[in-house]
């Protein structure tokens, strides 16, 4: 396999698929939003740029919460849902392997990336851009899937960062980046971040009535998500 994910909006053929699931699924809902929204902390009157915002399920709740969102998504169709779902955000169809030219320097408040970067081929160019609409003293809150997890389910050296192919339960094929955590870490700092906190989640009290087995192993194994709030580094 070459060693790209590629630009093909692989979620946009379930995107109807993937709204059912992610809207109360335990993962989703229970599990790294509650995770990324903790992170982003308070943000009544601050602009949020929510990158591969999907369905709108992570814009919905920051609208709800006092935020002004913009989302970008790679794929048509989830962008249809979010217009759908959030009327008061603005949404468009965006790859954000491409320059973000709608947006000037300096001008969000908050990023939200959320279980996406693992599908960008050039990801400190992808930071980079992210790091350049920041305002000083914004922040960048990224979610990916935990290293650990992807090293246990694959095997092979963990060390190596590959893509794969993956046939996920619901049928849904997909490619993607694996890589060490360090990897990831240098990554945010080539594009000028410095991370404030990372956070290896654990599922929330209801996450049990959904799922208890999921949740007990979720709650005891590095095996789901981990989440990053990083700053962009003022030496830079």
């Known amino acids: 396999m070459a060693e790209a994910v590629g630009p093909d909006p692989q979620y946009d053929v379930f995107a109807d698929e993937f709204l059912d699931h992610a809207r109360d699924g335990l993962y989703n809902a229970h599990y790294d939003r509650p995770a ?22 992570y814009a919905e709740e920051l609208v709800a919460r006092g935020a002004q969102v913009r989302g970008l998504d790679i794929s048509p169709r989830m962008v249809e849902l979010a217009r759908e779902r959030v009327p008061d955000a603005e949404f468009c169809v965006h790859d954000i392997a491409k ?4 947006l000037p320097d300096d001008s969000v408040d908050l990023v939200l990336f959320a279980l996406a970067i693992e599908y960008v081929d050039d990801r400190i160019s992808a ?10 003293g914004g922040a960048l809150v990224l979610s990916r899937q935990h290293p ?17 192919e993956e046939v996920w339960s619901r049928g849904w094929r997909l490619r993607y980046w694996l890589a060490p955590l360090e990897h990831t870490c240098e990554e945010l700092r080539e594009a000028g971040f410095l991370i404030e906190r990372l956070v290896e989640p654990r599922p929330t009290a209801q996450a049990a009535g959904i799922d208890l087995q999921t949740y007990e192993k979720l709650s005891r194994e590095p095996t789901g998500f981990i989440a990053i709030r990083a700053l962009p580094d003022p030496r830079r």
């Open 148 to 164: 650990t997890g992807d090293w246990i389910r694959q095997g092979g050296n963990y060390f190596d960062v590959r893509v794969i």
């Open 127 to 136: 930071l980079r851009e992210l790091r350049r609409v920041l305002r000083p």
């Open 36 to 57: 990324c929204l903790e992170l982003l902390g308070d943000v009544a009157g601050l602009s949020v740029l929510d990158v591969a915002c999907g369905p709108g399920l």
């Open 99 to 102: 320059r973000l030219d709608w």
